[in-house]
Structures are given as C-alpha cells and as structure tokens.
C-alpha cells in the first residue's frame, strides 16, 4: 500500500539585514533630491548671501561726467563708466539709430562718426569721447534733405530688412571722405567691417559709388 507523505513544517528563510537591501532608483533619486536641497538652503541661509544692509553699502560702479557734441547738440551727462557709446547713444540720449547688432565689433551695425572717423559704437567707451564730435544717422540729412548717400541707397535699392542699413550709410559716409571710392573693389574692402547678411553688397557699392560720384 501506498504510503501517505510525512507532512514537514515550513522552513522560515530569515530576512537580509536592512543594511545590505540595495536601494532603488526611486529612493536614490529621492534621497538626492533631498540633500541637493538642503545644500542649497544651507547655501542661501548661511553666509554666502549678503544681508540687505551689507549690499545697501557695498559701493556703486563708479561714474563720470562727461559733455560730448551728437549731430551738433552739445549734450552733458553722468553714466557709468562702463557704458559704451552705443548705449549712451541709444539709452540715454533716445538715437536709436545706430543697432545694436552682435555687440563685438563684429557687424558694424552700429558704426558712427567721431570726430570724422567710423567707430564701432559698442566697443567704444563713452567716457573717452570728452569733447568729441559724433555723428550718428540721424544726423546725416539737412531738415528733410536727405544725404546724398541716403538717397542713393534708396535709388539702387541697397537694402532689404534695412537693420544694417544705418550702418552701411554712415560707413559708406566714411568711407567716401576717407577716400577709399577708386574701385568697386576698394570700396568693398573698406566696408567689408560691415554686414548686410541679406546680401545686398552689390547695390551697396553701386550707391556709395553714386554718391562717391563715381557714377
């Protein structure tokens, strides 16, 4: 006869010690979280924030007072001496002629006259301009007589979305009594400091060479 299997009694399996259970990505992610934060709290609350009476008497950016002459209007201010032309220009005497482009140099965008000579605006430190003459875009035309230049772009059509176009007519300005107007290819080099990235460079040349003229 068969016989019945002797029953046998579970055998418990003891739990890992708490110290060896792996953690998961959830409880990783979240102890993280948590002590990012109180890194930052401790950051914020401790003493790398400065009090408001502490920034109240830290000391302002210098300044100085200068008087420079813009289209013939002698003009006195006080600005930071950090401020460039271009922003002294556009910010506190309302010429927003000359564009802020790329800020480097790199555009001519906001190329202006001192003192006869082109400039970038925005590498130009207003505070070294005391006394200077400047010549900005708007102050090219006589009343509603537009500068020869001025007309010129608009009788060869040397422009497109007309965002560089302040500061191709001023450098063409320049560039013309400079004397830098033999050849179209004169006059390309001497403008090159100036982009026009719809790529009007052809009419360009034509009406300084127009106004130069030349044609």
Same mark, same amino acid.
């Given at each position: ?33 948590? &002590?990012?934060?109180? #890194? #930052?709290? !401790? ?26 002459? &813009? ?22 005497? @309302? ?7 790329? *800020? ?9 006259? &001192? ?11 207003? #505070? ?13 035309? @006589? ?11 608009? *009788?060869? *059509? ?14 063409? #300005? ?24 719809? !790529? ?16």
């Amino acid at each position: 006869m068969p016989t019945e299997p002797v029953p046998q009694e579970p055998v418990a399996i003891p739990a890992e010690p708490q110290s060896r259970i792996a953690p998961t990505r959830r409880t990783f992610i979240a102890t993280g979280t948590a &002590v990012g934060t109180a #890194v #930052v709290a !401790g950051t914020v609350i401790g003493t790398d924030l400065l009090s408001e009476s502490e920034a109240a008497a830290a000391p302002s950016a210098p300044t100085s007072r200068l008087t420079v002459t &813009v289209n013939g209007t002698r003009h006195t201010v006080t600005v930071d001496n950090r401020t460039s032309l271009l922003d002294l220009l556009r910010e506190h005497l @309302d010429l927003t002629g000359a564009k802020k482009g790329c *800020d480097a140099g790199a555009c001519g965008a906001c190329t202006v006259l &001192v003192d006869g000579r082109r400039q970038n605006a925005c590498l130009t430190l207003a #505070v070294r301009l005391e006394g200077a003459e400047i010549t900005t875009i708007e102050g090219l035309a @006589d009343g509603d007589r537009l500068h020869p230049l001025q007309q010129a772009f608009i *009788d060869e *059509d040397a422009f497109q979305c007309g965002y560089c176009t302040p500061g191709q007519i001023v450098s063409g #300005v320049g560039c013309i009594q400079e004397g830098h107007t033999h050849s179209p290819e004169e006059i390309r080099e001497w403008m090159s400091g100036n982009i026009c990235r719809c !790529g009007c460079y052809v009419k360009i040349v034509r009406a300084v060479e127009q106004a130069a003229g030349r044609k």
